[in-house]
């Protein structure tokens, strides 16, 4: 009955993290990739921990997972409304077909960073310090 359990928890973590993997490939904007990144992977995460205090069946390891559940209960939420607002804030768009934008004026949206500016040298992006040049 017990294998029956573990079986159980460990395939719905499993579908619950590929489900986030196909949030990946579907969502249309980063916003929502995140929250279904977000929630399915914490959820898939944390059956499979369960599936895993059960199988060890040891005091021990149940209280490190349900420790490393409540950690990731905590952080994941956190650390995706984090990325997604300095998303917003350094001028990611929403989807087109996005109904409404609840932080429309309350940041400054600025330009869309990309990782090479497009004439090397010349971008306004780079600090110079003159300070480290004197090294």
Known sequence: MMDII????ASFGA????????????MPDTYLRMAVTTKAATLGVGLILIA????FDDVATTTRVL????????????GAHLMGRAS????????EKSVSDDLEGKYKAS??????PEKPGKSED?????DYDKN
Not at 52 to 55: K, V
Not at 88 to 95: E, F, Q, R, S, V
Request: aromatic letters at 16%.
């Open 6 to 9: 573990i079986v159980v928890l």
């Open 15 to 26: 579908f619950f993290i590929l489900l986030g993997a196909v949030g990946i490939l579907r």
């Open 52 to 55: 895993a205090a059960f199988y």
């Open 67 to 78: 420790a490393i559940i409540i950690f990731i209960l905590l952080t994941a939420p956190v």
């Open 88 to 95: 917003y804030i350094a001028g990611n768009k929403l989807w």
């Open 111 to 116: 330009r869309n960073f990309s990782i090479a």
């Open 126 to 130: 780079i600090i110079e310090n003159e």
